[in-house]
């Protein structure tokens, strides 16, 4: 049997208060918190992150991030994905929340797990509407970047490198897919 690690730590059960432990529920195969005294199993579940690699002209957006995570790094903007919007809602968010940015959402680019972190990544290709686009609350400055220079070593996140390696790649040839990779810890090429 793969009993699988749990993740973040709980420790009062979200619907009685009640203390936890960790079981195996009945017809189930894998560590869950469970109640102690209602038996509610608290299901943990991967957060879903999402962004667009945004064109603006022959150039790319980026935003250098005024938050930790990997603060003063660039990044794609991107982020938590919030209950009631879809996919293209949240990247569409993100990107006017980060960038100051109003944008088409278009086709979806890549879906990167990041399973260290418990999330998945997903990334739409755009494009400005306005052309504007400044630093929003969570970005220390915003800019564009011409392909041949984007700071690849000051790109924050994996995810996001794997993202604008596709976009660049898929433009490239000319043809667009949905790339699926997971992030790994390793060095970028």
Known sequence: MDIQPLG???SY???CGGGLNTAIPA???RLRYVCSRCDAVSYQNPKVVVGCVTEFGNRILLCKRAIEPRLGYWTVPAG???LGETL???AARETLEEACA???VGSLLAVVDVLEAGQVHVFFRGKSIDGHYGAGDESIATSLYAP???PWPEIAFRSGYIALKQFFAQKETG???VHTETATRAPRD
């Open 8 to 10: 973040e730590l709980i």
């Open 13 to 15: 059960c979200p619907y």
């Open 148 to 150: 041949e220079d984007i």
């Open 80 to 82: 938590f994905m919030e």
């Open 27 to 29: 017809g189930d195969n």
């Open 102 to 104: 109003n944008i088409q």
């Open 175 to 177: 043809t667009e897919w």
């Open 88 to 90: 293209e809602q949240g």
